[in-house]
């Protein structure tokens, strides 16, 4: 039987499925490469190195996260908006935590590609917005603070760092509560 060619999606694909089995730190070249049944040099037709495969990661990881946010937040508007793109954000990270993790592991600033993938999660949220009234440059802050709230507290979640006893759910559903009522105090300022 002839082997099928290997190609760049089925790459980030195998490094996506070792990351979220296994940890975001598990994933190496040698790593992706036993993933898919090949030798290491396969790979590089490829990816140009670890840190391109990472770069890789995290931009398969921000589309998936903006795709699902954005399903998230249709047919909804104001706190309800809010809550689910919230949820869906939690969702991804419960999902695909070492995909959502590959995010943070390759720097954005100078990568015209990454820059607009982060634009465009900001742009869904503050679409979201929208029910909320607020002027063009309060949406965009009132997004960038809601991108910052979720991962943080998705962050968090996903490494234990909450230890508390209280009910996490709970926690979530306050900081929801109080990030819309912050956004309707400057709706109406």
């Known amino acids: 039987m002839a082997r099928q ?14 990351a979220d089995r296994d940890g975001i730190d598990s994933v190496t070249l040698t790593a992706v490469a036993k993933e898919l049944g090949v030798r290491q040099p396969a ?21 998936y996260l903006g795709a699902a946010l954005a399903d998230a937040a249709i047919g909804v508007s104001g706190d309800d908006a809010v809550a689910a793109v919230g949820h869906a954000w939690r969702s991804v990270v419960s999902t695909h935590p070492g995909l959502y993790a590959a995010t943070d592991r390759y720097p954005c600033a100078g990568d015209p590609e990454l820059e607009e993938a982060v634009e465009r999660i900001v742009a869904i949220i503050a679409q979201a917005l929208a029910g909320f009234e607020l002027d063009e440059d309060h949406r965009v802050h009132a997004a960038r603070a809601l991108r910052s709230a979720f991962h943080g507290f998705a962050h968090l979640e996903s490494g234990d760092g909450y230890p508390q006893p209280h009910d996490i759910d709970d926690t979530f559903d306050g900081m929801i509560e109080l ?11």
């Open 179 to 189: 990030l819309c009522a912050g956004i309707r105090s400057q709706a109406q300022q």
């Open 43 to 63: 790979l590089y037709r490829h990816v140009d190195s670890h840190q391109d495969l990472l770069r890789s990661l995290g931009l398969r990881g921000r589309e």
């Open 5 to 18: 060619p290997l190609d760049t999606g089925q790459v980030v694909d195998a490094a996506a499925r070792l």
